[in-house]
């Protein structure tokens, strides 16, 4: 194996654990974590390989909780975020790529509802009126993770411009 290959699998394993002890040290909170901070920071750090991290995380998150029905709905609902930032052109300025990623965090925080209650009405058998249901009484859920998405966001500049100098 190349020094490169060998390097980036103990990177971005290292980055996926630390997304996954995150969600676990801040399980206290509903729905505040910073994994949508860590997708977006990563995704502007290494585009296409930040999907490495995210699949780890998710992994581990499923194992960790049994990989029970609500685990399902992660193997596509941090995808959209992920695809956001991956239009932030790589030559962009900075500050432009971190308003963005405080927009789409915050985006996606407030749908993250809407994108999680298909799967969840597919695995339980829910008719259209139940799955409204579902994302209706998830909006405040919604809101707070809005609220923590875009608090956590400010975290993307500091953090990227420390690992940018360490890389």
């Known amino acids: ?11 971005f394993s290292m980055l996926g654990t630390i997304m996954f002890l995150s969600d676990l040290l801040m399980e206290a909170l509903p729905n505040i974590h910073a994994i949508a901070m860590f997708i977006a920071l990563f995704t502007l750090l290494y585009r296409w390989k930040a999907l490495i991290p995210l699949y780890i995380y998710i992994a581990l998150m499923g194992v960790y909780s049994g990989l029970a029905l609500w685990w ?83 975290l993307i500049r500091p953090l990227y411009k420390v690992i940018k100098k360490i890389s």
């Open 72 to 154: 399902i709905p992660y193997l596509y609902v941090w995808f959209p975020l992920w695809a956001l930032m991956m239009i932030v052109p790589k030559g962009a300025p900075d500050k432009l790529k971190f308003i963005l990623a405080t927009v789409f965090c915050s985006l996606h925080g407030i749908t993250f509802g809407l994108l999680y209650t298909p799967g969840q009405a597919i695995m339980y058998g829910l008719s259209f009126e139940g799955m409204v249901s579902w994302f209706l009484v998830g909006i405040p859920f919604d809101i707070l993770s809005l609220i923590g998405n875009f608090a956590m966001s400010f």
């Open 1 to 11: 194996m190349k020094k490169n290959a060998i390097r980036d699998i103990i990177v």
